[in-house]
């Protein structure tokens, strides 16, 4: 065990599984057929709100620098930890910037590592980059945090909350339920209504925007799902 944490540290090795994993995401986005997108407007209609804030479920957010539009300036937020270096290496292949650092969602980003990627998100914002981001509390399943609503706040762009879906999938038995997308799938992209949160918002006003998000998610998510897993020809 040892051993295998001191080999997956060397650089090289980040960069090998970086890169590997940025062209797998492009071979399962090149080789999957019939895209369902709800609604079927939805780059027209989030072109007038860019930046916007993407918000997906931990685990379920893979194929999201796939789906970016090349014109789209993206930045996500990437975990701390040393496996999170491999997630920005693909991110960066596939064109979209790494903003490093997690933050505690309960609390809002309150320790010193959490803050700055709370600043970086917004400055992203600022400077016309959507920024893509899960939305759990770390390590709780399907349970919005309030980090990005607080982000909305702060920067006054809104919160599209969003799921993709193919069906061809492999789960794994962990905490956020990891899905591996697989080559040759139809795939689903649905996009809720987005969510906008008001600058002089109180704590009752943020945490009905935090429940609003996460019924969102969860409603988005179980439809991207139910469209894949629908015989074909159906309804």
Do not use: C
Request: charged share 20%; no cysteine; aromatic share 6%.
């Amino acid at each position: 065990m040892q051993l295998w944490r001191h080999v997956t540290r060397q650089r090289w090795v980040k960069v090998a599984v970086g890169v590997a994993a940025a062209e797998y995401l492009r071979f399962v986005g090149s080789t999957s057929s019939s895209v369902t997108l709800e609604p079927a407007d939805i780059y027209e209609r989030s072109e007038g709100d860019m930046p916007i804030i993407v918000a997906f479920w931990h685990g379920q957010h893979f194929l999201a620098p796939v789906a970016r539009k090349t014109q789209h300036r993206v930045k996500v937020l990437v975990s701390r930890h040393h496996d999170g270096e491999m997630n920005a290496i693909a991110a960066e292949r596939l064109g979209v910037g790494a903003i490093r650092g997690s933050g505690n969602h309960k609390s809002g980003f309150v320790h010193k590592a959490g803050v700055a990627a709370f600043q970086a998100m917004r400055d992203a914002l600022a400077e016309g980059f959507s920024v893509a981001l899960s939305a759990d509390v770390p390590k709780v399943s399907r349970v919005a945090g309030l980090g990005v609503i607080k982000l909305a706040q702060a920067s006054g762009r809104p919160i599209y909350p969003g799921a993709i879906a193919t069906s061809r999938r492999f789960v794994l038995d962990n905490w956020d339920r990891t899905t591996i997308n697989l080559p040759f799938s139809r795939v689903a992209g649905v996009a809720a209504i987005p969510i906008n949160v008001p600058a002089d918002a109180d704590e009752a006003t943020l945490e009905a925007h935090r429940q609003l998000l996460e019924e969102r998610l969860n409603a988005a998510t179980q439809r991207a799902y139910d469209l894949v897993d629908r015989p074909r020809g159906g309804d």
